[in-house]
């Protein structure tokens, strides 16, 4: 799915250079001394970095939440009340192992009766509802923009787009098609496939292109990347420049025809089913790790652990891979809200939307129905405030619509310098606060667990932190619980890097709060509320 620019598209970029204030006294550690915390030189241990978003500032260095110093000193012995979380994302994996009994089931629904018992318009809603049917993949926004025609306001600004990325992913495909065959090249003059360095600096050749050729590949290979971690690259990269050219930035490319409703219509509704992981298993790894993120089953020895462990995950399949269409995102947040969901994630987005109002309406009927709503920031390195990025409750300046959204930034492992995620946007008036969102580990389908990164991962642990404050807490609001995460956060002074230059900032200035989330504090201040 293309939730942003896909993380991994760093690493190629890397590869191919390589070739060629009120709450200081909630605060664990006073926050004049968080930032002379020692920067941690050791690497951490594999079973620390798959809950590394866990971890404590002050206690283990790295920018964690302070989840499981939450669980120890806070919550233990405490018994809260269930909280209904709803993924609206690219589908969900409700048999997985580490999930099953966490997936929300609808009590007011018959499952395969074909009737609509509960009488919310969906037939068999049982576990939420797929607003995409069996759609896959889709364009881009701009892409549809640039479809429509020159009559759309945004066809010239769209069409500068596409034509410049087009131009860039044809260069880029020929540039890795040509890696590939490469490699082959190499292989069938050392006489074996799965070559090393020392294979290619052995290699005796006269031929001026396979001695081209060692040279290249012996830098390639050197240090820590063998010869299929090479491979994979080279694939997940082509993989990425053919969805781009396929389907994100191809105007002729129809992937809404299999649902059969009018995107651009809102009161056509009667559309998509009740299979909520997707045609496609494998297209659902991103909802489904990020519905681990918030709700794998603690303590269990299977996988990481969910930040709650008091919720039911409602997923509601409206993000193909491509761009979201504004309708499903309007419709898929009042569904959540309407079957009972008190905090939705969504770990999407775009920086085009005919629509936008439609999710602004959603966003404020959120609002009036006490439900919280999160954002991830994005991925493309971008000040928010120069950059309106779609969905999110303040636009080109203007004061926020409501006061139960947050938009979150990402956190890398490392505390100090690098400590921002490279890809996350940020915004000192449009992005809330940061979490992890580097190295994240939790559910993939069909039983598996992978590490992925993105402000996708970031936005769900802090969901996670909201549901365990509703869940030890109900009788907050939304708006509440938005104000205690934000204003209970860790505040920090050190400089960071940003955007895609990787400039210097203070990491104080870079988001409305100028923090990273603390669940520990966080249900403090609750407790005091």
Known sequence: MRTFKPFYVSAIAALVLASCGTTSKMITTPAENVDAIQIKSTKLQEKDLQRWSHFDLVRDTVPGMSVDKAYAELLKGKKGKKVIVGIVDSGVDINHEDLKEVIWKNPKEIAGNGIDDDKNGYVDDINGWNFLGDAVHEQLEKTRIVKMGPTNPDYTAAKAEVDAEREQYLALKAQYD????????????????????????????????????????????????????????????????????????????????????????????????????????????????????????????????????????????????????????????RYAVDNGAKVINGSFGKYFSPHKEWVQDALKYAAKKDVLVIFAAGNDSKDLDVHNKYPSDSYDGAPEISDNVLIIGALNVTYGTNMVAPFSNYGTKNVDIFAPGMQIYATTPNNTYKYLQGTSMASPNVAGVAALIRSYYPKLSAAQVKQIIVNSGTPLKNTVLVDEDQHEANFSEISKSGKIVNAYNALLMASQM
């Open 178 to 333: 040509g890696m590939s065959n490469e490699v082959k090249q190499l292989a069938t003059a050392i006489g074996k496939e799965d070559f090393t360095a020392a294979d290619i600096k052995a290699l005796e050749t006269t031929n001026e292109n396979l001695v081209a050729l060692k040279a290249k590949y012996s830098q390639m290979l050197s240090g820590s990347r063998t010869l299929d971690k090479l491979k994979e690259q080279i694939s997940g990269a082509l993989d990425f420049f053919n969805g781009q050219l396929n389907y994100y930035l191809n105007p002729e490319f129809n992937g809404r025809a299999v649902v059969g409703d009018n995107p651009n219509d809102i009161t056509d509704t009667k559309y998509g089913n009740n299979n909520v992981v997707g045609p496609d298993p494998e297209e659902a790894l991103h909802g489904t790790h990020v519905a681990g993120i918030v709700a794998q089953v603690r303590g269990n020895g299977k996988g990481g652990d969910g930040v709650a462990n008091m919720v039911e995950i409602m997923a509601v399949r409206a993000v193909p891979d491509g761009d979201e269409y504004d309708k499903d995102i309007a419709l898929g947040i």
